[in-house]
């Protein structure tokens, strides 16, 4: 099995050979080349042809943005993996960077604690790498016969409980690779006149989700912010769930109101969606519905069973337009998805639950 090529390119020579030497400890990896700044990695990128590149963003003669947009004109399919590091700068330049085409991201380690920060190079960034680069084989691969679930497709329920249909009173999404352009999609395509909450967990560290929040919020007719403890919840509002802190829902007499938590994380997440899932679940029963976008692992699989046991609908990415399958995906094969939409029919079927369950309710 031919290993998956890299291309690590950084200006930093420590940083270079300490993720060099975590990737080629896996035998799945080979990194076949090196570059001190983007000018130098375009010159290497035909001839060593990677399945994947590393990119740093701040260096010198050629930046990780200026290289990014260089990749995409040649090879507008190759894997991209940007770092940064967590600054207000750095998050800024990465989410630019995503707007741009680049697959994902991760923390760039750090000097002054090297061995935890490789750390996650070994338990996140070589997972990320292995699942981008399949997604890519699957996509240049023809495809093969097999049962498939077509876009906008109904999936049949596994048994639950006969609950008759109820109108939707909060949407929960889920994202988390490639979340952040799928929900620059999907939210600006959502009506002004939204009447529900909606409820964001993207994968993100501190710092990100709030200027995730305020880019997507420059875009969207509804208002987008990061979640606060105790805050109200109200019709036509977005919240993103903060980076290092669970989001869920609690409903009382007068409403219903967020919830932030430090509890232990899921998946390896904090945020896990399955936290809020969840709590929607257990406030909401019928009337949450759950849209689980692009991302890898299975984060928001169990919370969709207990939002489909609760008599809740489902909502998920297809795999065409997703950049990793993997949440997405593992709802879609156990047979908990209502419908599997592409990204572009996503924010339309949401409106329009919106409308047809109030109205179904009157």
């Known amino acids: 099995m031919a290993k998956i090529r890299v291309l690590v390119v950084d200006d930093a020579a420590v940083f270079r050979r300490a993720v060099t030497d975590e990737l080629i400890a896996d035998p799945e990896l080979e990194v076949v080349g090196t570059a001190a700044n983007g000018r130098a990695a375009l010159v290497k990128l035909d001839r060593l042809r990677p399945d994947v590149v590393l990119l740093d963003i701040e260096m010198p003669e050629m930046d990780g943005l200026e290289a990014l947009r260089e990749i995409r004109k040649r090879h507008p399919r190759l894997p991209v993996i940007m770092f940064s590091v967590l600054t207000e700068r750095g998050a800024i330049a990465t989410l630019e960077a995503l707007s741009q085409g680049a ?20 338990e996140e960034l070589i997972p990320e790498i292995k699942n981008l680069c399949a997604a890519r084989v699957r996509e240049l691969a023809p495809a093969p016969v097999r049962p498939a679930a077509p876009a906008g497709a109904v999936l049949p329920r596994p048994p639950l409980p006969s609950i008759p249909p109820a109108r939707v009173d909060v949407i929960a999404v889920a994202a988390s690779t490639g979340g952040p352009n799928a929900l620059a999609e999907v939210l600006p395509a959502l009506p002004a006149n939204l009447p529900v909450p909606v409820l964001v967990v993207q994968h993100m560290p501190p710092l990100f989700t709030r200027l995730l929040a305020e880019r997507l919020s420059a875009r969207c007719s509804l208002p987008v912010t990061e979640a606060t403890h105790n805050e ?7 919240w993103v769930a903060p980076g290092d802190f669970h989001l869920a829902v609690e409903r009382g007499p007068a409403g219903g109101h967020l919830v932030l938590s430090k509890d232990a994380p899921e998946h390896s997440c904090r945020p896990a969606a399955d936290v809020l899932f969840r709590s929607v679940a257990r406030a909401y029963g019928p009337h949450a519905l759950a849209v689980v976008l692009t ?45 599997v939409l592409p990204l572009a029919l996503v924010a339309q079927d949401l409106a ?11």
Not at 103 to 122: G, H, I
Not at 232 to 238: D, F, N, S
């Open 103 to 122: 697959s994902e991201y991760f923390a760039k380690p750090s000097t002054n604690s090297l061995e935890d920060s490789l750390r996650v190079v070994r």
């Open 352 to 362: 329009r639950r919106t409308r047809v369950g109030r109205a179904e309710a009157k």
């Open 295 to 339: 991302g890898m692992g299975q984060d928001g699989h169990r919370g969709c069973e207990a939002i489909r046991a609760a008599g809740g609908q489902v909502v998920v990415q297809d795999e065409e337009s997703s950049v990793v399958w993997g949440m997405p995906g593992f709802v879609a094969r156990s047979g908990l998805a209502d419908k």
């Open 232 to 238: 109200p919840l109200a019709p036509g509002r977005v």
